[in-house]
C-alpha cells in the first residue's frame, strides 16, 4: 500500500527557518515525482514543486522559485520542503504528494502539515 | 505561468447531473486532471487524461474536454459528492510543472 506519512504541525516565528518530511513507502520512492501543495487559510491548491528522487532533478513553479527549497533523501525515502526565513503569509497546510500509478499529477497524497508562522 | 478558470460555486440537486468546467490555453493541448477535497482532508484524485477514474471513484464521475475547456461530470450527484474541486493541467513554464485551477464549490442541495 502506497503511503505518504508527513511530519507533524510546526509554529514558527517570523524570520526562523523550517524543515518539514514528507516519508514516501509502498512503492519506488526512487521512481516516481513526488512534490508540494500549499493551501492557505479557506484558499485553493497551489501547485509549488516537485522533485525526482532519483537524480534530485527538482522543477519549481515559478511564483515559489527562489522561496523554498524542495529537497529528497532516498537512503530514507523522504522528501522535504524548507524555508529559510519564514514569513506570516507561509502560513498554510502543505501537502506531499506523488506521481505514480496515473498518467495525471499527483495521485497519492500525504495527510498535510499545517504551517503557522506568528509572532 | 498558465491559469486554470473554474466558476467559484455550483449547485446541484441531489440526483442530478452536474458538470463543472474548467477553462485554459493549456487544455487545447493536454488534459485536465480533477480533484476532490472535502473539508479537512486531503485532495483526491477523481478524474485524469482523457476519462479515467482512479481504481474506487464511481463511475458517475466523468470527464470530457473540447477546445480550451475540460469539465467534470457529476451524474446523480450525492450528498458526499458536495465538496470543493479542483482542475489542473500542464503549466506553459515548464515541463513538469502543473497548475490548478481556483477551484469549485459544490452544493448538492
Known amino acids: 500500500e502506497v503511503q505518504l506519512v508527513q511530519s507533524g504541525a510546526e509554529v514558527k516565528k517570523p524570520g526562523e527557518s523550517l524543515k518539514i518530511s514528507c516519508k514516501g513507502s509502498g512503492y519506488s520512492f526512487t521512481s516516481y515525482w513526488i512534490g508540494w501543495v500549499r493551501q492557505m487559510p479557506g484558499k485553493g491548491l497551489e501547485w509549488m514543486g516537485i522533485i525526482y528522487p532519483g537524480d534530485s532533478d527538482t522543477r519549481y513553479s515559478p511564483s515559489f522559485q527562489g522561496q523554498v527549497t524542495i529537497s529528497a533523501d532516498k537512503s530514507i525515502s523522504t522528501a522535504y520542503l524548507q524555508w529559510s526565513s519564514l514569513k506570516a503569509s507561509d502560513t498554510a497546510m502543505y501537502y506531499c504528494?506523488?506521481?505514480?500509478?496515473?498518467?495525471?499529477?499527483?495521485?497519492?497524497w500525504g495527510q498535510g502539515t499545517l504551517v503557522t508562522v506568528s509572532s | 505561468s498558465s491559469e486554470l478558470t473554474q466558476d467559484p460555486a455550483v449547485s446541484v440537486a441531489l440526483g442530478q447531473t452536474v458538470r463543472i468546467t474548467c477553462q485554459g490555453d493549456?487544455?487545447?493541448?493536454?488534459?485536465a486532471s480533477w480533484y476532490q477535497q472535502k473539508p479537512g482532508q486531503a485532495p483526491v484524485l477523481v478524474i485524469y487524461?482523457?476519462?479515467n477514474r482512479p481504481s474506487g471513484i464511481p463511475d458517475r464521475f466523468s470527464g470530457s474536454s473540447s477546445g480550451n475547456t475540460a469539465s467534470l461530470t457529476i451524474t446523480g450527484a450525492q450528498a458526499e459528492d458536495e465538496a470543493d474541486y479542483y482542475c489542473?493541467?500542464?503549466?506553459?513554464?515548464?515541463?513538469?510543472?502543473?497548475?490548478f485551477g481556483g477551484g469549485t464549490k459544490l452544493t448538492v442541495l
Open positions: 504528494a506523488a506521481r505514480i500509478a496515473a498518467a495525471a499529477d499527483f495521485d497519492y
Open positions: 489542473n493541467s500542464r503549466d506553459s513554464s515548464g515541463n513538469h510543472l502543473r497548475v
Open positions: 487524461g482523457k476519462n
Open positions: 493549456s487544455l487545447r493541448s493536454y488534459y
